[in-house]
């Protein structure tokens, strides 16, 4: 077993006795900040621009299926910034509410490309490899110690990337250990993303087939022998006979509503206030709420709706828009504007039109009626409009009893995908901290 030292750094810990300590900045030749340029025109100065929408963190590399982003720049400008294998590009502002700024990844290749503005470029001195400071880069990154250089502006994170460098140190082994280490790393992250990738291939099967499971049952029901007609909507096909094709306002017993469109006071206690962020896997999860209401806030907003158990939460705006959560709590909480509420009457199981709502054909018709402005929208009255299939109230239950059992099932097939795929990349992690700091010897 080799001799080791303490480097006197908190995150690196003990090190090889023969290896050095090394500013990060004394490991770097040049620095540069990218540019957005102009539009593209067509003509001489169009070049492929990197955005930091191209990352591919997990891999630290960029995306293979790379889009190319084209923009117009000055001769001098394109000689400046032209990336060479090898160029480290470091996300200097953006993240956002679960990704911290500031991953890093590796330009690989020949292809003529400058970098976005939202980006930082470093090139190595010979005595370093590149792909080795990628490597502490990533520990620094996973780690959450980069969050010591992250300011918080109009809610963009921003990276004081020469402050890092310059406090943060490195364990430097020599160069012939650094290409050894480099080498054993990126055969064994290769190995463990490929079988991440092989997990996360079965999750989307899954997903897809619990799609199927949930979209046959709502249309076609349970018994296969029952006699069909036509639905009236293409994309179904035929519905059992006796099913109805009705609007979704047909069974409300109040109209679709969504949250208070002003921003509240948060607090650390209180009572619940959520938004798109906690419906989660057709759930409320509380721990992602957006914060803490007061009760006298909460009066106010218990005007406008006041949630009730079965009640269906609606995402109406943003990326996941569509996506739905059933209330299973008479705990209170309140709702803020990217979330509708859909409440049913006696004609509705609440848990059927909940899985109506996870269909295709229901997705389809969402998809249909959004609006574009900053985002996708799907108004309240959109949904009110909605075509649901809608089968006696007891078949109705049968078939939301049949459905949670089916997904519960395939849920849970998912989940341990999920954790697989934790424990895959905590062991990444943790393999690159130890071999980067010396103590796992390769």
Known sequence: ???????????????????????????????????????????????????????????????????????????????????????????????????????????????????????????????????????????????????????????????????????????????????????????????????????????????????????????????????????????????????????MISILSMRVVDGPHESPELYDEGIPYISATAIENGKINFHLMRGYISEKYCDICDLRYKPQLHDILVIKLGASTGQVAIVETTDRFNIWVPLAAVRCNEKADPYFVYYAFQSDYFLKQMEMSWTYGTQQTLGVKSIERLRIMLPTLEEQKEIASYLKSKCDSIDAAVKNKENLIDKLVDYKKSLIYEVVTGKKEV
């Open 1 to 247: 077993m080799r001799e080791m030292k303490d480097s006197g750094v908190e995150w690196i810990g003990d090190v090889p006795q023969n290896w050095r300590l090394v500013r990060i900045k004394a490991c770097v030749s040049r620095r540069d900040s990218g540019a957005w340029g102009e539009e593209a025109t067509g003509k001489p100065g169009d070049c492929v621009c990197i955005r930091v929408a191209d990352i591919d963190y997990d891999r630290l590399r960029l995306k293979d299926d790379l889009p190319r982003t084209y923009r117009n720049y000055e001769e001098k400008v394109i000689a400046s910034l032209k990336l060479a294998d090898g160029d480290i590009l470091i996300e200097k502002s953006g993240g956002g509410e679960k990704t911290l700024v500031g991953r890093a990844v590796m330009f690989r290749g020949t292809l003529q490309a400058v970098f976005a503005n939202f980006m930082e470029r470093i090139r190595c001195r010979d005595f370093v490899h590149s792909r080795f400071l990628l490597y502490v880069l990533a520990v620094l990154y996973q780690s959450g110690y980069i969050k010591n250089y992250i300011k918080q502006t109009t809610g963009i994170q921003n990276l004081d990337i020469s402050s890092m460098l310059s406090k943060e140190y490195l364990a430097l082994p020599p160069i012939v250990v650094q290409d050894r280490i480099t080498d054993y790393l990126d055969r064994k992250c290769s190995q463990i993303d490929a079988i991440i990738a092989r997990q996360q291939e079965v999750i989307e099967r899954l997903k897809a087939y619990k799609l199927s499971v949930i979209t046959e049952a709502v249309t076609k029901g349970l018994n296969p022998d029952v006699p069909m007609k036509d639905s009236g909507v293409e994309w179904i096909g035929k519905i059992p006979a006796h099913w109805e094709n009705r609007k």
